[in-house]
T-cell receptor, first 112, second 113 residues
């Protein structure tokens, strides 16, 4: 799997937008960009994924660079419950059967 | 909400003992995954089932580890002759065959003394 690079930690204030970056310069044309997050003492949960176009869902937005070598997860209005480790993962569209390859992710700290 | 469930949630054992964990996936999810997570690290893939067939095993899965999914529903992960290095969170996830999204359980935290 192609590798992703994320900052170790980020800090934001409650009710402000948060932009979590991810670099994936070796991404292939068939790799989807997935984001999962892991709240304290819980298993990871799916957040969002995309291929080329920006994506929105009830949890977040995903902005994908035109060359696809980087992406940004956007939490529009962070709450204390968004404090978690956020993982950016590449997943080949032809696969889907293999395990996810997690890095260390970004530890997001939300200040009240 | 019938998400992925795991049992037990916590297990403390002595070195050398055998332990077994159970995972119940979301019903109708035919794919089931096991991961291991140590402190400060992201989860690491261990093995994957499609229905009852174990299709992939990571090199992390030593011969002391065995996983089964006998009827294509729940799965068990057994660790024989536990070592202190086996202390970790063991996570289970499931997905539909045509989906790349995995749904994780709460995990079983193992402590080997």
């Amino acid at each position: 799997d192609a590798k992703t690079t994320q900052p170790n930690s980020m800090e934001s204030n409650e009710e402000e937008p948060v932009h979590l970056p991810c670099n994936h310069s070796t991404i292939s044309g068939t790799d989807y960009i997935h984001w999962y997050r892991q709240l304290p003492s819980q298993g990871p949960e799916y957040v969002i994924h995309g291929l080329t176009s920006n994506v929105n869902n009830r949890m977040a937005s995903l902005a994908i660079a035109e060359d696809r070598k980087s992406s940004t997860l956007i939490l529009h209005r962070a709450t204390l419950r968004d404090a978690a480790v956020y993982y950016c993962i590449l997943r080949n569209s032809g696969g889907g059967a293999d395990g996810l390859t997690f890095g260390k992710g970004t530890h997001l700290i939300i200040q009240p | 909400d019938t998400g992925v469930s795991q049992d037990p949630r916590h297990k403390i054992t002595k070195r050398g003992q055998n332990v077994t964990f159970r995972c119940d996936p979301i019903s109708e999810h035919n794919r089931l995954y096991w991961y291991r997570q140590t402190l400060g690290q992201g989860p690491e893939f261990l093995t994957y089932f499609q229905n009852e067939a174990q299709l992939e095993k990571s090199r992390l899965l030593s011969d002391r580890f065995s996983a089964e999914r006998p009827k294509g529903s729940f799965s068990t992960l057994e660790i024989q002759r536990t070592e202190q290095g086996d202390s970790a969170m063991y996570l289970c996830a499931s997905s539909l065959r045509d989906s790349t999204t995995q749904y994780f359980g709460p995990g079983t935290r193992l402590l080997v003394l």
